[in-house]
């Protein structure tokens, strides 16, 4: 029986989760500089790129990448070995699904209230929710829909886009502009592209992907020579609306993320029955230890306690590899699989944490693409641990997860308008008072 990748939705809710909260922290300068990025601290919030070190804030971005990077071979290889569908025919799809990400982008950016601030308030509000509608029927599948309703129900809300977008445009004349877009969104679409592109052509041939990993890297560094051929194609962009040349650098993530895809396909299809796992004793120790390294390196990271996290997170890694070996049940070589991926990583990124003023966001290091890496690898083990042993379902994260494109809209749409219910309803109490 084919076993469900849950892990993998989890952590796409759990990025879903950070974006929401992380956009909702109120800068205020006597807050820690913990709760933002560490490349805008407290008390100016000022960006300052300068600042070596990462936060909780950090990591949303990355893991879900990852998430969409190990997405990539669940979904890609069940269409070529189970429906047998051509490759022409996925790269069809994936076109396609490359082009909704971009008008959810253009459409979600042109959509918010400041550009729809010029409205009065209950006709700002009526266009996003309208807008929030739309982009459900974009992404949302229907179980007991067959897949040409489904498409039906997606072609609505492409209609229904270019219906508002017209409408604020030329009816309430709004600075509506294909040049404004979610930069995150426009990032993920492009992923979405090329990584989908780099897995379907190295599906089969492991060392060629990381070829492509060292290509990029190779690139990326000649990139920094003034005048040099690299230069000229890094910062080369044919739209740039559409697609810079530069966001290729997050294929540093994707790629990590599609090899934990691999593993855990095959664990999915061809793992075999369960042999008995380790003890509960046992698994929840190793639960406790991957929680530790994860924190510790957030922490020394970012108070930049260098010597201290690579010591203690060596040691902890050692640990964990001893635990995980006693587990001989398929999802136990899974786990293994996944953190000697992870170690791998987690290792190449502080290795490199010296490189370009140490580990950031902003401007994003190589440090900050394999730490983060190496960190989601241990997020997928912990999360399986705690669903398998633990029988702990976080059901509302995987759902999430499984619908992140209308999570996120409800926090950049439905949380305004929430804001905007509230003020009202203050005001009318005010005025009664």
Not at 13 to 30: D, K, N, P, R, T
């Amino acid at each position: 029986m084919e076993r469900r990748a849950y892990a993998v939705d989890l952590l796409r809710g759990l990025a879903i989760v950070g974006m929401v909260l992380s956009g909702q922290i109120l800068w205020h300068a006597e807050l820690p500089a913990w709760l933002f990025h560490a490349q805008v601290p407290p008390p100016s919030f000022r960006f300052d790129p300068s600042v070596p070190g990462i936060t909780w804030v950090d990591l949303v971005f990355p893991f879900f990448l990852f998430s969409m990077g190990a997405a990539f071979p669940l979904a890609l290889r069940k269409r070529l070995e189970q429906r047998g569908e051509s490759v022409a025919l996925i790269l069809t799809v994936v076109v396609r699904r490359w082009a909704l990400l971009a008008l959810f982008a253009v459409a979600l950016a042109n959509l918010r209230s400041g550009v729809t601030g010029t409205l009065p308030g209950w006709g700002s509000s009526l266009l996003q929710l309208a807008g929030w509608g739309c982009f459900c029927a974009l992404f949302m599948l229907i179980d007991r829909f067959s897949d040409r309703q489904n498409r039906m129900v997606c072609l609505s809300g492409v209609a229904g886009i270019a219906a508002l977008l017209a409408a604020a445009r030329w009816g309430w004349g709004l600075p509506v502009s294909a040049e404004r877009s979610d930069v995150i969104i426009l990032v993920l679409a492009n992923m979405a592209l090329f990584g989908s592109l780099v897995w379907l052509y190295t599906r089969n041939n492991l060392l060629a992907r990381l070829g492509v990993l060292a290509l990029l890297a190779a690139l990326r560094l000649g990139s920094g020579v003034e005048g040099s051929w690299n230069e000229a194609l890094w910062n080369w962009s044919p739209v740039p609306w559409l697609f810079r040349f530069d966001y290729l650098k997050y294929l540093c993530i994707i790629i990590p993320g599609t090899i934990a895809g691999d593993r855990i396909y095959e664990w999915m299809t061809h793992g075999g029955e369960d042999a008995p796992g380790a003890s509960r004793r046992r698994e929840v120790w190793t639960l406790v230890l991957l929680v530790t390294l994860i924190c510790l390196n957030m922490w020394g990271l970012f108070a930049r306690q260098l010597v201290v996290n690579l010591a203690a997170g060596v040691l902890l890694c050692l640990l964990l590899r001893r635990l995980l070996r006693g587990d001989g049940s398929a999802t136990g070589r899974l786990h293994r699989s996944l953190f000697g991926w992870g170690f791998f990583w987690l290792g190449l990124g502080l290795a490199l944490e010296a490189f370009e003023g140490g580990i950031k966001k902003d401007y994003a290091t190589f440090s900050y693409f394999f730490v983060t890496s190496g960190l989601a690898s241990f997020v997928l083990i912990a999360a399986g641990i705690a669903m398998r042993r633990l029988n702990v379902r976080f059901s509302a994260l995987v759902k999430c997860g499984q619908n992140p494109m209308v999570a996120y809209t409800a926090a950049g749409l439905a949380l305004p308008l929430l804001a905007y219910a509230v003020r009202v309803r203050l005001k009318k109490a005010v005025r009664r008072g």
